[in-house]
């Protein structure tokens, strides 16, 4: 972590690791100096979101009530089914990247899948922004791309919600990478930018039936 100038560590983010580690998918892994591992698990993701996600709940939490108050048991059964959808979503998110000596192997799933290094054409992360109520929100994956032949390239897509900000950083400082081709900015910008838009549009459409429908209920209940 880096210091501040009364001596305090800042907090690493996600931002300060994209840009400290490797981002750009024109590159190739040219050398590995050690065995590394990564693995995602529950704890990481409380560590890095748990603030989050107990506002969330809590928000949640409070709609269900004002909206089912007259039915505990379809409020409880609610409940169990967001318990359950967050139960599927760690173990759909946990894996484990290894860098061993003769190539990459991962794990997701229960499916395990092995990339010999002359196979294996880079390891980067990637950024994706999406705008929730017009408001920009970031978030990266790392992303495997596997050479298979001249017309066909295999990418393995990583979300990191789940990863340890260090260990990233630590990873990335295990093998030596070159640059292929500079990344064409502006364009990958305007084509964000423009799928950003249609996004906030549909988002915002779909907050909006979701308030009516909620609506709906209470009245309905009420009446």
């Known amino acids: 972590m880096e210091k501040t100038k009364k001596g305090q560590k800042s907090k690493l983010t996600w931002k300060k690791v994209y840009e400290a580690c490797n981002h750009n998918r024109y590159t190739q892994v040219t050398k590995v100096f050690k065995t590394a591992k990564l693995k995602s698990n529950a704890k990481n993701f409380l560590k890095n979101y748990g603030k989050i996600c107990l506002i969330g709940f809590v928000i949640i939490l409070i709609v269900l009530t004002l909206t089912f108050w007259q039915s505990l048991s379809i409020m409880f059964l609610a409940v169990l089914l967001l318990l359950a959808l967050c139960v599927f979503a760690v173990i759909y998110g946990t894996y484990e990247i290894k860098l ?114 909620i609506v709906a209920l209470v009245l309905y209940f009420i009446n």
Not at 123 to 150: A, C, G, M, N, Q
């Open 100 to 213: 061993e000596e003769d190539g990459v192997k991962f794990k997701v799933n229960f499916q395990q899948n092995y990339i010999p290094y002359n196979k294996l054409i880079g390891i980067y992360l990637k950024k994706k922004v999406k705008r929730i109520l017009f408001i920009p929100i970031s978030y990266y994956s790392l992303e495997i791309t596997e050479y298979v032949d001249s017309e066909k390239m295999n990418i393995y897509s990583f979300p990191t919600i789940m990863l340890n900000k260090k260990e990233v950083m630590n990873f990335f400082k295990t093998f030596e990478i070159k640059v292929l081709q500079a990344a064409d900015e502006e364009e990958e910008k305007e084509n964000k930018e423009r799928k950003m838009f249609w996004k906030a549009i549909g988002i915002v459409i779909g907050i909006i039936l979701v308030i009516v429908f």
